[in-house]
């Protein structure tokens, strides 16, 4: 099972803090470092402020070497298409070809009031939804010296160069992922290289793969193509003070995180982890809430992953 680090800015972080943290998970063996999209703290004061995931995520292609660099979840509210196209194919020519760019519909809609944001009801930004991914991956997709149009209701592309082009073979990899039952596993199906579930209990996870992998063969798709994966909230102690530090710290309560987290001593961890890998999922996003606590990867690195080879 691969392990990724994933980080939520937004809660109040400086470049500086997620720099730390990037170089961490790159020298400790992780897979990837990736953030969330998002420019309003989820309570809290969110101090010294939001910083931007694609503008992160091209410092960082400078600064790492060898992790993978992506979003759960750029949101498709936030940028109009062609323009993402191109600053995630730049980042990932800075980057030597080590770009995820996983994307949503957008969702929380204070963020959006508070710097100025349009936020269409939920058919709406779905619809835009489509539209974006159907668009991104046409322009990477075009061949070299071809041009891209689109006529979407939304948006509507004419002689797009569709440049510059990614460094990594047909594209991007993208990743879509939530809870939806009917258009999401359609969208993975048709765009996704990856399908995520975020936050969820081992059962949500196996059905959300199953409707994924029953939207693969509706559409023609082999199933095993796609990547499956979860996302959980990480909180590891060698013992229990620890762990109880480690949970205080982020404001959660250890019996919460152990029923619904990657929690408790690492070999709770491997044992949780193990369960998710035996609903499907080959990789697990491990939220780190404590960006100061770089011993807590450290911890996971040497005590967790390699008892998930």
């Known amino acids: 099972m691969q392990l990724r680090i994933f980080t939520e800015?937004?809660?109040?972080?400086?470049?500086?803090d997620l720099l730390a943290v990037a170089r961490r998970t790159e020298e400790t063996g992780f897979d990837a470092f990736f953030r969330s999209d998002h420019y309003l703290a989820m309570g809290g004061n969110g101090l010294p402020g939001p910083t931007d995931a694609w503008v992160t995520l091209a410092a960082l292609a400078r600064e790492t070497s060898r992790i993978r660099l992506g979003t759960l979840m750029t949101a498709a509210t936030f940028r109009f298409p062609g323009p993402l196209a191109i600053s995630v194919a730049q980042v990932d020519q800075m980057s030597g070809g080590r770009v995820e760019l996983g994307i949503g519909a957008g969702w929380f809609e204070a963020e959006h009031r508070a710097y100025g944001i349009p936020f269409p009801d939920v058919r709406e930004r779905f619809d835009r939804y489509e539209e974006q991914l159907a668009i991104v991956t046409g322009l990477w997709g075009t061949p070299v010296g071809e041009t891209f149009d689109f006529a979407g209701r939304y948006y509507q592309l004419a002689d797009s160069p569709a440049l510059p082009k990614p460094v990594q073979p047909g594209g991007v990899p993208?990743?879509?992922?939530?809870?939806?039952?009917?258009?999401?596993?359609?969208?993975?199906?048709?765009?996704?290289?990856e399908f995520n579930v975020p936050f969820a209990s081992v059962e949500d996870n196996a059905t959300r793969f199953a409707g994924v992998r029953e939207a693969c063969e509706e559409t023609g798709r082999e199933p095993a193509s796609l990547v499956y994966s979860s996302a959980l909230?990480?909180?590891?102690?060698?013992?229990?003070?620890?762990?109880?530090?480690?949970?205080?710290?982020?404001?959660?309560?250890?019996?919460?995180?152990r029923a619904h987290g990657a929690a408790g001593t690492p070999a709770e961890v491997v044992d949780v982890l193990g369960r998710y890998a035996e609903a499907g999922a080959s990789r697990v996003y491990l939220q780190v809430l404590d960006l100061s606590d770089l011993d807590h990867l450290?911890?996971?690195a040497s005590e967790v992953a390699p008892q998930l080879d």
């Open 9 to 16: 800015p937004q809660q109040g972080a400086t470049y500086d």
């Open 174 to 193: 993208v990743i879509i992922g939530g809870h939806g039952k009917r258009r999401t596993p359609r969208l993975a199906a048709r765009y996704a290289a």
């Open 233 to 257: 909230v990480l909180c590891v102690g060698r013992d229990e003070a620890e762990l109880t530090r480690r949970a205080a710290a982020i404001g959660r309560d250890v019996e919460e995180l």
């Open 298 to 300: 450290d911890l996971v």
